[in-house]
């Protein structure tokens, strides 16, 4: 697909990420089918693309690609003197962040373009459509051909990062793009990394939850990071309840590594016992807080290490590996 596709938008990437991100929430390791809506896909989009409406960079233009606008009907484009980007902002000031009780109209007319557009065109190699990947359904949806959803599990990590160089390459090769972009070279960073503003929230909402305490160490906090607890770097999507508070240096130290057993149970039990409050809390902060949703990533992602012999952080100076007993703590067996 990314040697023969045909990219002139980005919606593409988008598709392909979004069809890797519900694989690890939703499918199996099995070979099977996995049949998703449009409206599922359609969520995606608005979460992908939310954070490209938000102003780039200091006293610099607002740049956007304006998804939702171009839902109306303009082109899409990644440029500053458009009145997608006014739209963009408007609808930005208004809701703040995704806000899943008042994005309901949004979700609809987007699932529409997604069964109308996008779906169509994905398959479609110099005029012809090879659907390889996927069949349509006549209720709207979408079936991911057998082993498709287990291989973008598998590969979750490498199809993400082909589908985001791409993406920034793609935006870099606009001409208009150039005057926006300058010298920085933090574009990747700006479309795909967590929102601060999210992440403001959840550091607060997380103090009042659970204490001014280090998740890892147990120790007091003055300065206190959020950290992912299922690392950004493995699974790109914030979840509310993946963040816990940690040191700097303990953060730091576990980096972009699965967390030791001790640590896992202790967060398993808060998911349960703290279940509502983070639910909340993803609300106020505009990210998923399902919990059956970030214990199906959690499990993906234990899974695969424990496949590849990863190991799994205790502290800073010890590592456990991931054994098999990881992934069965996470399905309750
Ligand atoms: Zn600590």
Not at 107 to 119: G, I, Y
């Amino acid at each position: 697909m990314f040697a023969e596709g045909d990219f002139t938008a980005t919606y593409k990437f988008a598709l392909l990420i979004s069809f890797a991100e519900l694989a690890v929430e939703h499918g199996a390791d099995d070979g099977a089918e996995l049949t998703l809506t449009t409206r599922q896909i359609a969520e995606r989009f608005v979460f992908l693309y939310w954070q490209h409406a938000t102003p780039y960079g200091t006293g610099r233009p607002v740049v956007s690609p304006a998804f939702w606008f171009r839902i109306s009907g303009s082109k899409p484009r990644f440029s500053t003197q458009s009145q997608n980007s006014e739209l963009a902002l408007q609808h930005h000031q208004r809701y703040k962040h995704p806000d899943y009780r008042a994005i309901g109209p949004l979700l609809s007319k987007v699932a529409s373009v997604v069964s109308a557009q996008l779906l169509k065109y994905l398959q479609n190699f110099a005029g012809v459509t090879d659907p390889f990947l996927y069949e349509r359904r006549s209720s709207g949806s979408v079936t991911l051909k057998p082993g498709v959803s287990y291989c973008l599990r598998r590969f979750y990590t490498l199809v993400e990062q082909m589908a985001r160089t791409r993406w920034v390459a793609h935006i870099k090769a606009n001409r208009r793009n150039h005057p926006i972009l300058g010298k920085s070279d933090d574009l990747e960073d700006f479309l795909f990394s967590s929102s601060r503003q999210s992440l403001a929230i959840i550091s607060t909402q997380l103090r009042k939850l659970d204490g001014s305490r280090c998740f890892y160490c147990g120790e007091g906090l003055l300065d206190a990071d959020v950290d992912h607890f299922v690392p950004f770097s493995l699974y790109s999507r914030d979840l509310a309840n993946n963040f816990v508070l940690a040191h700097p240096a303990c953060n730091r130290s576990k980096s972009d590594t699965l967390a030791a057993r001790a640590h896992l149970e202790r967060w398993l039990e808060r998911l349960v016992l703290k279940e509502q409050e983070l639910a909340e809390i993803g609300l106020l902060a505009g990210v998923s807080g399902d919990k059956e949703i970030v214990q199906r990533v959690a499990t993906w992602g234990y899974k695969v290490a424990n496949e590849t012999g990863g190991r799994a952080w205790l502290s800073p100076t010890t590592y456990e590996n991931v054994d098999s007993l990881y992934p069965s703590l996470l399905s309750g067996n």
